[in-house]
C-alpha cells in the first residue's frame, strides 16, 4: 500500500472515533436527552415565592391622610363642613330623646280619651284659637295641608269640629269646635298641661327663657336648612 494511501485511512479512521455517527449518537452526547418512542414527562417548576416589596407595604401615615380626607369630602368631591363636637351631638341627642320620651307619654295618656296625636293637635289649638283655617292649622300642627284636610273632615264627621264660611273672605273656611269637640280639647289640654308641668317644673323662668332662645334659634336654622 502506498504511503500516502496509509496516511489517508489512519485520519479517516480519527474522524469517525472523534465524532459518532447518526442521529442516536446525537442523542447520546446529550445530558438527560429521551430515546426516541418514550415520552416526556411535563416538567415541573416549583412556585416562586412571592415578595412583598417595600413599595407594596400600606404606609399607616398614607391611609390615616386618606382616610380623614374621605371623612371632609362628598362621593362628588365637594368639601363638606366639619363635623360637630362631641357636645353638640350629646346636646341633640339629649333634645331628641325628650321629644321622643314627650310624645310616647303624651300618646299613652290620650288613649284614655281614645284620641290620637294628630286630633289632640287640632283639637287644642281650635280650643287656644278658634277660626283657623286649615292651612293655618296645618301650620300649627306640623304636618301637610291635605293631612289636615282629611282629619278635619274626619274630625267633622264624628261631631267634634264645624267649618264656617269666612266673613273675610268667601273661598275660605273657619275651623271651629262643637259643643263635644269643645269638651274633649278640655280634657285633652289639661292632659298635656300635667305632662309639660313635669317636663319644666324644675326649672326657674330665667331658665325656661334659655330654652325657648334656644329652641328659637335651632328652629331658625332648621328653616333656613329647608329653604336652601
Not at 3 to 14: I, K, L
Not at 56 to 83: N, Y
Amino acid at each position: 500500500m502506498p504511503h500516502c494511501q496509509v496516511r489517508e485511512n489512519a485520519w479517516m479512521n480519527r474522524k469517525a472515533v472523534a465524532k459518532p455517527q447518526g442521529a442516536a449518537s446525537k442523542r447520546a452526547a446529550k445530558p438527560g436527552a429521551t430515546p426516541r418512542g418514550q415520552s416526556v414527562a411535563p416538567k415541573v417548576t416549583p412556585p416562586r415565592a412571592r415578595t412583598r416589596t417595600t413599595a407594596q407595604v400600606p404606609d399607616a401615615r398614607a391611609i390615616a391622610s386618606r382616610s380623614k380626607a374621605a371623612a371632609i369630602r362628598s362621593p362628588a368631591g365637594e368639601t363638606q363642613a366639619a363635623l360637630p363636637s362631641a357636645l353638640a351631638v350629646q346636646s341633640w341627642l339629649s333634645v331628641v330623646r325628650a321629644y321622643n320620651l314627650c310624645t310616647a307619654t303624651l300618646t299613652e295618656r290620650l288613649a284614655s280619651l281614645n284620641l290620637s296625636l294628630a286630633e289632640h293637635e287640632v283639637l287644642v289649638n281650635l280650643l287656644r284659637l278658634p277660626g283657623l283655617t286649615q292651612q293655618q292649622l296645618a301650620e300649627r300642627c306640623f304636618v301637610a295641608k291635605s293631612g289636615i284636610s282629611m282629619l278635619v273632615t274626619r274630625m267633622e264627621g264624628a261631631g267634634l269640629v264645624v267649618r264656617t264660611p269666612s266673613e273675610v273672605d268667601a273661598r275660605a273656611r273657619l275651623l271651629h269646635l262643637t259643643t263635644k269637640g269643645f269638651a274633649l280639647a278640655e280634657a285633652a289640654y289639661a292632659i298635656q298641661g300635667e305632662v309639660v308641668t313635669a317636663m319644666t317644673g324644675r326649672f326657674s323662668d330665667e331658665e325656661l327663657r334659655f330654652v325657648d332662645t334656644a329652641m328659637t334659634h335651632v328652629a331658625s336654622a332648621l328653616e333656613a336648612m329647608k329653604r336652601a
